[in-house]
């Protein structure tokens, strides 16, 4: 079916809430490449929303999909589990820095992950309370939807919000806020809203990502562990977009040394295929009772077979250097952007997860969202698909995969900078 017969059938069929406004149709798709339904090929600056860190269909992670696929596809791992679900649990384990001995639940998506965390936090500490921070975005559940940073799109029209979550302010510096801003706020939060014995854990990412692709400091990090520490309260860090290599390390946490109580992933960690993890230090994780973790289709056969041929992958191609490699090269083309545009400013990464601000211009530091869709939609037009994010909407965020060619890389860079040019 053509592109065209097919919006026909999402307009007529799918939600309008659900319903992407792009009136394209994926057809198929390799590494940083796809076709559309018409055969017109584009460039994947998105990556699924950072779910590719090694690219569309990877060819070992087909090949383990086909094969489980001949074995089992599903028993429900509560009523009869199977290999892949407890090794990939030690593997997780085994690379997560979790303080301790981890161990590990299986669930469908990040949201679910971060239902769960909250979960068992609750059962291990018998608080209920939750802080999260500014900016933050941890899924569309009721419990992730209250734990967001940002109203719209995630929260307006849907009602009131599970009680017991609270907020404080996220670093960012460039917007004025100050690491030591952000700790007064958090302590203020603390004494005006949600007392430490009452605070089961205060969730946060290490960088944001709808939230702008802000690096949290090493200095904040370490900061709210030892406020973790003195109260008792556990600290989970949310690397469901971060995680699988996206910053040069498998996770952002271990740039800064801090080891969380729990930690929450998803995204690049099957290539494509639905699967998220809680990882925890073990007692923190063995708290609540028998029966009470679980779901229908947590921990999937055959997403547990993707998932063990990425952790595979990483090894066998060096998939942490390249995603190094290619932050480099993003710094340097952002810093030529960053000179040669007015209103290009605070271009940033930790490894590959890495961003550009449109604004008006580099004094007033004023967002410019419309700037940012404006670049989107013409890169859309050029072959590019481009991504923009963040509070103030004027974030442009790079989630290439990071296996991608270097002339598939620069013919895409190059389009964006086509884009900006067209701006001015």
């Known amino acids: 079916m053509s592109n065209k017969e097919l919006q026909a059938l999402k307009e007529k069929y799918v939600a309008a809430g659900a319903a992407s406004p792009?009136?394209?149709?994926?057809?198929?798709?390799?590494?940083?490449?796809?076709?559309?339904?018409?055969?017109?090929?584009?460039?994947?600056?998105?990556?699924?929303?950072?779910v590719l860190n090694i690219g569309h269909r990877h060819p070992k992670i087909v090949e383990a999909v086909k094969a489980q696929l001949d074995k089992v596809m599903h028993t429900c791992q509560t009523v009869m589990p199977y290999e892949g679900y407890v090794k990939l649990a030690q593997k997780l384990s085994e690379v997560t820095p979790v303080r301790g001995h981890g161990k590990v639940m299986l669930a469908?998506?990040?949201?679910?992950?971060?239902?769960?965390?909250?979960?068992?936090?609750?059962?291990?500490?018998?608080?209920?309370?939750?802080?999260?921070?500014?900016?933050?975005y941890h899924g569309r559940t009721f419990m992730t939807m209250a734990m967001n940073g940002k109203v719209r799109p995630y929260q307006a029209g849907f009602g009131p919000m599970p009680g017991t979550v609270f907020r404080a302010p996220y670093p960012v510096p460039y917007h004025?806020?100050?690491?030591?801003?952000?700790?007064?706020?958090?302590?203020?939060?603390?004494?005006?809203?949600?007392?430490?014995?009452?605070?089961?854990?205060?969730?946060?990412?290490?960088?944001?990502?709808?939230?702008?692709?802000?690096?949290a400091p090493a200095s904040f990090l370490k900061a709210i562990r030892e406020i973790c520490d003195e109260h008792g309260i556990l600290m989970i860090v949310d690397e469901v977009q971060s995680g699988f290599g996206r910053t040069g390390k498998m996770f952002a946490i271990e740039h800064s040394g801090v080891e969380p109580d729990m930690m929450t992933m998803a995204k690049s960690m099957a290539d494509g295929m639905?699967?998220?993890?809680?990882?925890?230090?073990?007692?923190?994780?063995?708290?609540?009772?028998?029966?009470?973790?679980?779901?229908?289709?947590?921990?999937?056969?055959?997403?547990?077979?993707?998932?063990?041929?990425?952790?595979?992958?990483?090894?066998?191609?060096?998939?942490?250097?390249?995603?190094?490699?290619?932050?480099d090269k993003l710094a340097q083309r952002f810093a030529q952007w960053q000179e040669k545009f007015a209103y290009v400013d605070n271009v940033r990464n930790l490894g590959a997860m890495a961003a550009i601000e449109l604004v008006t211009d580099k004094t007033s530091r004023e967002p410019r969202a419309d700037m940012a869709a404006e670049v989107t939609k013409k890169a859309k037009e050029k072959g590019l698909i481009l991504l923009?994010?963040?509070?103030?909407?004027?974030?442009?965020?790079f989630l290439m995969p990071v296996t991608i060619e270097d002339d598939v890389l620069e013919e895409g860079m190059n389009i964006v900078e086509e884009a900006l040019s067209e701006l001015a």
């Open 108 to 136: 469908n998506s990040g949201a679910e992950a971060l239902e769960n965390a909250v979960k068992i936090a609750r059962a291990a500490t018998g608080r209920t309370n939750v802080i999260c921070f500014d900016g933050g």
């Open 176 to 215: 004025g806020v100050s690491v030591e801003e952000a700790l007064r706020g958090l302590k203020m939060t603390m004494k005006t809203d949600s007392d430490p014995q009452d605070t089961a854990a205060i969730v946060l990412e290490p960088v944001l990502g709808e939230g702008g692709f802000y690096p």
């Open 274 to 327: 639905p699967i998220s993890a809680i990882v925890g230090t073990d007692k923190v994780m063995d708290s609540s009772g028998p029966n009470s973790l679980g779901g229908t289709y947590t921990g999937s056969p055959v997403s547990c077979a993707a998932a063990l041929a990425v952790m595979d992958v990483f090894k066998e191609e060096d998939v942490l250097g390249k995603s190094q490699r290619l932050g």
């Open 388 to 397: 923009s994010c963040g509070m103030h909407g004027n974030t442009i965020r």
């Open 22 to 50: 792009n009136e394209q149709f994926a057809d198929h798709a390799k590494n940083a490449e796809l076709w559309d339904a018409d055969g017109k090929r584009m460039i994947d600056f998105a990556g699924g929303i950072g």
